[in-house]
C-alpha cells in the first residue's frame, strides 16, 4: 500500500483525487480556514487536524508508514506556523514512520537564505539518493500542492528519493561492563527500548496565531515522560540523574557544542550501577567526532573504518 503524508497541507485540491495513492493524510492544523474544503474528500483521503508532531505522534501509534512526504507550506512568516519543518530536529521525530526508502516533495525557497542551505542538506539520518525529474518513477509534480498562480509557470520545489543511513558502532572502555554504542540515526527509532532520552533544544512558547492548536517544539518534546533537556547539563549531572532514577538504558544527542572530553574521562570513571547501555545518537554526520576516535581502538572488525566512511560522506 503506497502512502503519503502532507504536512502543513493548506486545503483540500480536487487533483489529489486523481494521484495513484492508496492512502493519503493531510495535516493540517488551521480548522478555521480549511475545515469546509475537508468535508467530503475521498475515502482514502484522511485530514489530522492537529498540529505536526502531535500528528507524527498519532501516526506512530498506529504503525503508520509513509512512501511520499510532502512538505511545501511552512507558514512561518504569514501562515500561523510556529516552527520549521524541515529542521533536524522535526524530521527526527518523523523518522520512526518514513520507510526506509522513501520520496520527498519539498521546497526551500521560503527558509531565510542563512538557514536554506542548512535545511537542504536534509541531514537527518537520510541520504538523497537521487533528484527526481518529470518522467522517472515515483515523481509527483510539486505544483500538484499547490494553488498559488506564483508557480504556474517554471519549476517549483524538488522531488528526492531518499535512503535512511543505518550505522552504529559499539566501543568499550577498559573495565567498564555498560554497553555504549554511537548511531547515526533518529533516537526516536528506539524511544520504546530507552529508558530516558537526552535531548539539546533551547525552551520557547508560542505566542499569538502560531500557538493556536499548537505548541512549541520544546513544550511537545520536554513533556514526553521520558525526555530530559541536556542545555548546560554536564556529564556527571546526567550520571546523577541516572542514579536518582535508576535509568537502565540512556539516549543522548549531541551537545556540549562538540566538545566531550568531560565524557570521555566521565565514561572512565564510576558509572550508576544501575546503567546497563549508554547510546549516542546522531544525525549531522560530524556529531560525536571526539567519540568517534576514542572508539576506534575497540571497534570490531566490521567497524574499523566506520569514522572515515562517515567523514568521506561529507
Not at 484522511?46 to 502531535?54: A, F, P, Q, S, T
Not at 504503525?63 to 529542521?87: C, F, R, T
Not at 541536556?230 to 566538545?259: R, V
Request: net charge negative; charged share 25%; proline share 3%.
Amino acid at each position: 500500500m503506497k502512502t503519503l503524508l502532507y504536512l502543513a497541507s493548506g486545503p483540500y485540491l480536487d487533483v489529489y483525487s486523481n494521484l495513484s495513492i492508496d492512502k493519503l493524510f493531510f495535516v493540517e492544523k488551521d480548522d478555521m480556514k480549511w475545515t469546509q474544503s475537508y468535508e467530503n474528500i475521498p475515502t482514502n483521503a484522511e485530514w489530522i487536524n492537529k498540529d505536526i508532531l502531535v500528528s507524527v505522534a498519532e501516526l506512530k501509534s498506529r504503525n503508520i508508514k509513509i512512501d511520499y512526504l510532502v512538505s511545501l507550506n511552512e507558514g512561518l512568516n504569514e501562515g500561523g506556523g510556529g516552527y520549521a519543518i524541515l529542521s533536524d530536529v522535526v524530521m527526527g521525530y518523523l523518522s520512526p514512520i518514513l520507510r526506509d526508502e522513501f520520496i520527498l516533495i519539498c521546497d526551500f525557497s521560503h527558509y531565510p537564505i542563512d538557514i536554506r542551505d542548512q535545511y537542504a542538506r536534509l541531514d537527518w539520518g537520510f541520504e538523497k539518493v537521487k533528484e527526481l525529474k518529470e518522467g522517472d518513477s515515483g515523481f509527483i509534480d510539486p505544483k500538484t500542492f499547490t494553488e498559488s498562480q506564483e508557480y504556474n509557470s517554471g519549476n517549483y520545489g524538488h522531488v528526492f528519493k531518499m535512503k535512511r543511513i543505518s550505522c552504529s558502532a559499539r566501543f568499550y572502555i577498559a573495565n567498564q561492563n555498560v554497553q555504549m554504542k554511537l548511531v547515526q540515526g533518529s533516537i526516536w527509532v528506539d524511544e520504546e527500548s530507552l529508558d530516558t532520552i537526552g535531548i539539546n533544544i533551547k525552551q520557547t512558547t508560542l505566542v499569538g496565531e502560531a500557538a493556536y492548536n499548537s505548541q512549541s517544539v520544546s513544550d511537545f518534546f520536554l513533556s514526553k515522560p521520558k525526555v530530559f533537556n541536556l542545555k548546560d547539563m554536564t556529564f556527571d549531572a546526567i550520571l546523577e540523574y541516572c542514579e536518582q532514577n535508576s535509568i537502565k538504558n540512556l539516549g543522548l544527542c549531541p551537545w556540549l557544542q562538540g566538545n566531550y572530553q568531560e565524557v570521555i574521562k566521565g565514561l572512565q570513571g564510576n558509572l550508576p550501577n544501575s546503567l546497563e547501555s549508554i547510546s549516542f545518537y546522531h544525525l549531522n554526520i560530524n556529531d560525536f567526532e571526539q567519540l568517534y576516535i576514542l572508539s576506534a581502538h575497540y571497534f570490531t572488525d566490521k567497524f574499523q573504518n566506520l569514522f572515515t566512511t562517515l567523514k568521506k560522506r561529507c
